[in-house]
């Protein structure tokens, strides 16, 4: 069967790019190498009566305008915003967070006047960064070394956003895209734990600490989404962040799009420089006017193409580009809440993040084990319980907790991964919990360790890295994946990318996804102009 469209990859961003150009009329197939659909945004039942967000585990990036545009809530999306958070510190105490602004100013104030009264100043200076960057997540970057028209005048739109700041705001913008989020914080905020709080966006997923220059981008990165409207909301996906992949999967086969589960792609089919196609593990070709890949740009150009058939200069510029993995994942059934003695019982902090890392230079300590090649031993923790809001993931009285973990390496001192070296990391983050929620370990019904190694085998993330390759500046915008090749195309014709390695990069976003479909619908739109002029001619 002949396709306009072949997808490899069923996550988020492959069904995103599926539904769009299926809705445009395009004949689409997705093939999934897993026997699940969902890629990281997948939930799973690892343990009798219990639903596992076990890789992506919260939403807030994912574009608005992807789920009007695509009927979501129709297919039975909804997103859960949730209270707010702690962060535990050594003396006993905590700082809260809450979703209401005047309690959470309260709350600050309680560590420091100062910075409560600071807050609202850093809160107007991120957001005016945010207000610069948002609107560039759903257009195609301009190739600066070309003077194709359409690229000269993106460059010009980009030009007058920028006009419209003033020299000073201008400045700041350029010295935040490339200072550490530490040095940020430290000009607002006098507050240790506070600081340590506010500094977690700025490492989750990435390869830097947060002393590195170019981590308060990071931070930017993962302010850009809302829930309900709410900017630098986040939220739970009702039944897990499976949810998301599931919608997307009914808009598709509402649009008569198809998903095949079970596989695997074995190579791209290219001819005369043109991809044709899928070959499947088991030999099965699938014959396609296009291919997108979901897959990252390394998993794609370095395993499932003929570098043959690519410049080698393309080539060297993706083998080089930079998917360092840094995060783990343990995914925890409970037979019982975990007891906290620091937080007020019923506390609403409990329904959002906590936290056990009470200071920056814990996270960059952390960080340095990682640069040295080894887990870390007092780890950042991203510790979450879903059920607390969403009480259909567990059996009644149970609950799912979901702990993110920054740093973990793609590989314990230069070799691969052992079974040992999982379990000696799981054992770390559960002692860490544990020194906070005494009985915690008695609380334990399952767990699921991941590390980069299992990230890499099951979701097929490149050395584990969760955003496709790394949000530093040198690989955004029209420098992501490759110079050159920054707007989805590829060096091989109607060989397309659509994952997270693409613009604007990584998250549960969509962006890629929906950007790509874009391009192709235009390119689609300009070759039926040029046939039907030639045919007037």
């Known amino acids: 069967m002949n396709y306009d469209a072949a997808i490899i990859g069923a996550g988020h961003n492959g069904l995103v790019a599926a539904c769009y150009l299926a809705r445009a009329g395009l004949k689409v197939v997705v093939v999934e190498k897993n026997d699940w659909i969902g890629g990281a945004a997948v939930s799973r039942e690892l343990h009798p009566g219990f639903t596992y967000s076990n890789c992506s585990y919260v939403c807030s990036l994912f574009r608005p305008e992807i789920m009007r545009d695509l009927e979501l809530p129709k297919h039975g999306l909804q997103v859960l915003p949730y209270e707010g958070g702690a962060v535990f510190t050594r003396d006993g105490g905590y700082l809260a967070t809450f979703r209401d602004h005047d309690a959470n100013r309260r709350e600050l104030a309680r560590h420091s006047p100062r910075d409560a009264e600071a807050y609202d100043r850093y809160s107007r200076d991120v957001m005016r960064h945010c207000r610069f960057i948002r609107p560039l997540l759903l257009r195609t970057p301009p190739d600066p070394a070309t003077f194709r028209p359409r690229d000269i005048a993106e460059l010009a739109w980009l030009g007058r956003k920028v006009g419209e700041m003033s020299e000073g705001q201008i400045c700041d913008m350029i010295r935040f895209w490339t200072m550490s989020i530490s040095d940020f914080l430290d000009e607002y905020f006098e507050s240790p734990v506070i600081k340590a709080y506010l500094a977690v966006s700025a490492i989750i997923g990435t390869a ?40 997307l999967t009914a808009s598709l086969r509402a649009a008569g799009g198809e998903v095949r589960t079970g596989a695997g792609v074995e190579k791209v089919l290219v001819a005369n420089g043109r991809a044709t196609g899928l070959r499947l593990e088991g030999g099965e070709e699938i014959a396609a006017r296009r291919v997108l890949s979901n897959m990252d740009v390394k998993r794609t150009f370095l395993k499932h193409v003929d570098t043959a058939e690519l410049p080698p200069a393309f080539v060297k510029r993706v083998e080089t580009f930079k998917s360092r993995g840094s995060s783990g994942k343990l995914n925890i059934a409970l037979d019982a809440a975990p007891h906290f003695p620091a937080l007020p019982d ?108 299992e990230l890499e085998a099951e979701v097929g993330l490149t050395d584990g890295n969760i955003f496709q390759g790394e949000l530093t500046f040198d690989q955004l915008l029209f420098n992501r994946p490759v110079p050159g090749y920054a707007q989805y195309k590829t060096p091989i014709r109607d060989l397309w990318l659509c994952g997270s390695s693409a613009h604007p990069g990584g998250g549960v976003m969509g962006a890629p996804g929906r950007n790509a479909a874009s391009e192709i619908l235009r390119d689609l739109r300009a070759k039926t102009e040029m046939r039907q002029a030639y045919a007037v001619v």
């Open 208 to 247: 830097l600490g947060p002393m590195s220059p170019g981590s308060a981008y990071v931070l930017l990165h993962h302010y850009m989404g809302d829930v309900d409207g709410n900017v630098g909301a986040w939220g739970f996906a009702r039944g897990g962040m499976g949810a998301i992949t599931q919608a």
């Open 346 to 453: 019923g506390a609403p902090m409990l329904k959002g993040d906590l936290h056990f890392t009470d200071s920056v230079e814990r996270m960059e300590r952390a960080y340095d084990d990682w640069k040295a090649g080894h887990f870390s031993r007092d780890p950042f923790q991203d510790t979450m319980i879903p059920t607390m809001i969403d009480p259909t993931m567990a059996p009644p009285g149970k609950h799912f907790m979901s702990c993110f973990i920054q740093y973990a390496p793609p590989k314990i001192e230069g070799r691969d991964w052992t079974d040992a070296d999982r379990d000696a990391f799981g054992q770390t983050v559960i002692d860490q919990i544990a020194e906070y929620s005494p009985g915690f370990k008695d609380r334990i019904l399952h767990m699921e360790v991941r590390t980069p190694r």
